[in-house]
């Protein structure tokens, strides 16, 4: 079975906070994905990689950053936490045919 | 970008066939169609996927038509754990780079 693991299922951080999210797949995917989803707004993608050290722009990247040293790693870094960056966070991996595999999702709340 | 539309609700008994339909109208050529189910504080999960025609595995059937801008997935038979939002996705291609559309997601109350 594919294994998508976030650090953290729930984090709280205060207002200007560096945060880091990490993601971590196990069946040596090239693809991966970080996305936020609020209340009626569904999926919304932030960025993406297809392979280390490279990154694409989402939908909604502003904000936010990432990192990817190593294939099996993608990680979001928030420079400075803000109130509207509270949010579920999802990290995903992709196979060829683009079945994509979820990890269980950080709950990140910005005081 | 293709975009994809899906109703945003649906209820539905238990025991009942449940089919719920999406709208691709500019899928290319070498998209797949893909569903995802997803509980309330869960990562969304891989139901199905299908290029063409039909494709049935062990929890559901996902019907394709000819010309592809739409794809219908069927659940037989759902029980109350299948409450749940259903999203259908497109792959697509936008000068070269991978790019993933969700739909706005359905959301299946089954009851009893």
């Known amino acids: 079975d594919v294994k998508v693991t976030q650090s953290s299922r729930y984090l709280v951080k205060r207002t200007g906070e560096k945060v880091f999210l990490e993601c971590v797949q196990d069946?040596?995917?090239?693809?991966m994905f970080w996305y936020r989803q609020d209340p009626g707004l569904g999926l919304r993608l932030i960025y993406f990689?297809?392979?280390?050290?490279?990154?694409e722009k989402g939908d909604i990247p502003e904000g936010y950053s990432v990192s990817r040293e190593k294939k099996e790693r993608f990680s979001l870094i928030l420079e400075s936490a803000s109130t509207n960056q509270t949010s579920m966070y999802l990290c995903?991996?992709?196979?060829?045919?683009?079945?994509?595999?979820f990890g269980p999702g950080t709950r990140l709340l910005v005081l | 970008l293709a975009k994809t539309t899906q109703p945003i609700s649906m209820d539905s008994y238990e025991g009942q066939e449940v089919n719920i339909t999406c709208s691709h109208n500019?899928?290319?050529?070498?998209?797949?169609i893909t569903w995802y189910q997803q509980f309330p504080s869960q990562g969304p999960r891989f139901i199905i996927q299908?290029?063409?025609t039909k494709v049935t595995n062990e929890v559901a059937s996902l019907f394709i038509p000819a010309d592809r801008k739409s794809s219908t997935l069927s659940l037989p038979r759902v029980s109350l754990s299948d409450t749940a939002v259903y999203y259908c996705?497109?792959?697509?291609?936008?000068?070269?780079?991978?790019?993933?559309?969700f739909g706005s997601g359905t959301r299946l109350q089954v009851q009893p």
């Open positions: 995903a991996s992709t196979t060829v045919q683009e079945t994509q595999y």
């Open positions: 069946m040596d995917h090239e693809n």
């Open positions: 990689s297809y392979d280390v050290k490279m990154k």
């Open positions: 500019n899928i290319a050529t070498n998209d797949y």
């Open positions: 299908g290029y063409k």
């Open positions: 996705l497109v792959g697509e291609w936008d000068t070269g780079r991978r790019a993933l559309t």
